[in-house]
T-cell receptor
Framework: KQEVTQIPAALSVPEGENLVLNCSFTDSAIYNLQWFRQDPGKGLTSLLLIQSSQREQTSGRLNASLDKSSGRSTLYIAASQPGDSATYLCAVRNSGGSNYKLTFGKGTLLTVNP | DAGVIQSPRHEVTEMGQEVTLRCKPISGHDYLFWYRQTMMRGLELLIYFNNNVPIDDSGMPEDRFSAKMPNASFSTLKIQPSEPRDSAVYFC???????????FGPGTRLLVL
């Protein structure tokens, strides 16, 4: 059974700092991995998706990397801003068949202080 | 498009009552997912549909939970009878077959007293 762990559970940084969020998964047979953002009282918004054959994806100040063999992914946020404050979740989709189930980590609550 | 629409946004009910949560997916999306989020367990998939047909309901906790999708634009998740441990935020999400991204609704916050 796939299990996804995110460390740390919470992180507080001053504005402008670069930061890294971590995600690990137990079964390396994944189809892809996604990073989501969740704002309080709202649903999830997809930030980046990395296919199992890829090593990284970039969108603006965000960079996500994937090391499938070691079961790890990182989300790098450059020059953090107060607007980046949210909970960040990673989710994996296992390979095999046509099952579209995503397994989520519990998230990292990020606070960027002005 | 208005995105995924869920109703109600908040529901407070007493133990033993029936609860019905509703979802309207994004037009044209052929997959619909129901999730539950709690502090203890995080975000868990309950069930998903493809073209209105349930594909995987292995996450449905027990017989008290049921989900239907009578047409491409509407789905319900019903809990009967409700229990305090069902208190959670329930999310609906949809996606288009050839895309990976799921689009989430704002969620329904359920409190069972």
């Amino acid at each position: 059974k796939q299990e996804v762990t995110q460390i740390p559970a919470a992180l507080s940084v001053p504005e402008g700092e670069n930061l890294v969020l971590n995600c690990s998964f137990t079964d390396s047979a994944i189809y892809n991995l996604q990073w989501f953002r969740q704002d309080p009282g709202k649903g999830l918004t997809s930030l980046l998706l990395i296919q199992s054959s890829q090593r990284e994806q970039t969108s603006g100040r965000l960079n996500a990397s994937l090391d499938k063999s070691s079961g790890r992914s990182t989300l790098y946020i450059a020059a953090s801003q107060p607007g980046d404050s949210a909970t960040y979740l990673c989710a994996v989709r296992n390979s095999g068949g046509s099952n579209y189930k995503l397994t989520f980590g519990k998230g990292t609550l990020l606070t960027v202080n002005p | 498009d208005a995105g995924v629409i869920q109703s109600p946004r908040h529901e407070v009910t007493e133990m033993g009552q029936e609860v019905t949560l509703r979802c309207k997916p994004i037009s044209g999306h052929d997959y619909l997912f129901w999730y539950r989020q709690t502090m203890m367990r995080g975000l868990e998939l309950l069930i998903y549909f493809n073209n209105n047909v349930p594909i995987d309901d292995s996450g449905m906790p027990e017989d008290r939970f049921s989900a239907k999708m009578p047409n491409a634009s509407f789905s319900t998740l019903k809990i009967q009878p409700s229990e305090p441990r069902d208190s959670a935020v329930y999310f609906c999400a949809s996606r288009q077959g050839y895309q990976e991204t799921q689009y989430f609704g704002p969620g329904t916050r359920l409190l069972v007293l």
